[in-house]
């Protein structure tokens, strides 16, 4: 499947693409209502963040692939992170079965792709009842367009896992899939929690979303599955899709001339 998956996965995106720009303008045409949009705030500033985000993705991606080397740095290869990449390796490979292992491996779990599917599929059903149509869209996007970018940078780069590692993981390194399905599916889940529950509370929200993505980030190093590089460029490949999605629905909302209002019920 992950095979069938690799092959397609650029054929595929342009679809989820084109089918949501159909999905809009069935959205616009059929006046669907409720309106799912509730969290105030111009689209530029997400659209601008997804622009950096990307351009910083696109060269961190340029420099590994450039800077790729047989057993993964011998030395300084010229880019400093690279480096970094070897280096902390290194000291991961001192903490052996350490006794907090363990905690390491569940909370890593919170970026696993079973769970992500679970999660996404509880979301949909949530949107589905409370008919937010508009954030629906942006979510089946937002987690299926990450998944799909993250298959086509890995075979591009085909960059080799770390040789030692304390957890059994399967494909290639760059960048790291659960580092940017987590930034987009719970920053995506913030952000409708924000447009839709009440009362909001925006500081905890945003306070959880944030540990869940750094700490399954930081898991990954940890347990060897990835070098550092990868999870940053997991986090920035992630940050840019999520500003994207959530920049372009705004857009949506606007175009379609419907207010920042509530789903009642």
């Known amino acids: 499947m992950m095979q069938w998956i690799d092959i397609y996965a650029a054929p595929l995106l342009a679809l989820l693409l084109t089918a949501a720009l159909g999905g809009f303008f069935v959205h616009q045409r059929l006046g669907l209502r409720p309106s799912p949009a509730g969290v105030p705030g111009s689209a530029w500033p997400w659209l601008a963040l997804g622009g950096l985000a990307a351009l910083a993705m696109a060269g961190m991606t340029w420099s590994v692939a450039q800077g790729m080397v047989p057993a993964a740095a011998q030395g300084s290869v010229g880019v400093d992170w690279l ?3 070897h280096r902390v390796q290194v ?4 903490l ?3 006794a907090w292992m363990p905690v390491v491996r569940a909370w890593t779990q919170l970026g696993h792709v079973l769970w992500m599917a679970a999660l996404g599929m509880l979301a949909c ?3 589905l009842y409370r008919r937010a149509w508009l954030l629906l869209g942006a979510w089946v996007v937002g ?3 990450v998944g799909l970018w993250v ?9 080799e896992r770390p ?6 993981e399967h494909g290639y390194s760059f960048p790291s899939g659960h580092s940017a399905g987590t930034v987009v599916c719970y920053g995506l889940l913030a952000w409708v929690c924000l447009a839709l529950a009440r009362p909001a509370q925006p500081r905890w929200v945003v306070a959880g979303t944030v540990a869940v993505v750094l700490g399954v980030g930081i898991s990954r190093v940890l347990l060897g599955v990835h070098y550092v590089s990868d999870v940053l460029a997991g986090w920035l490949l992630g940050l840019a899709w999520l500003s994207l999605v959530i ?3 705004e857009l949506a909302r606007k175009a379609a001339g419907q207010g920042l209002q509530r789903p009642r019920g």
Do not use: C, N, P, S
């Not at 298959?151 to 960059?159: D, G, H, S």
């Not at 040789?163 to 059994?168: D, K, L």
């Open 143 to 145: 987690v299926a367009g």
């Open 163 to 168: 040789e030692v590692r304390w957890a059994m």
């Open 151 to 159: 298959r086509i940078l890995k075979t591009q780069v085909a960059r």
């Open 247 to 249: 920049g372009m629905a």
């Open 83 to 85: 480096v970094l990449d």
């Open 91 to 94: 000291w991961v490979q001192t």
């Open 125 to 127: 059903i949530w949107l």
């Open 96 to 98: 052996g079965q350490a």
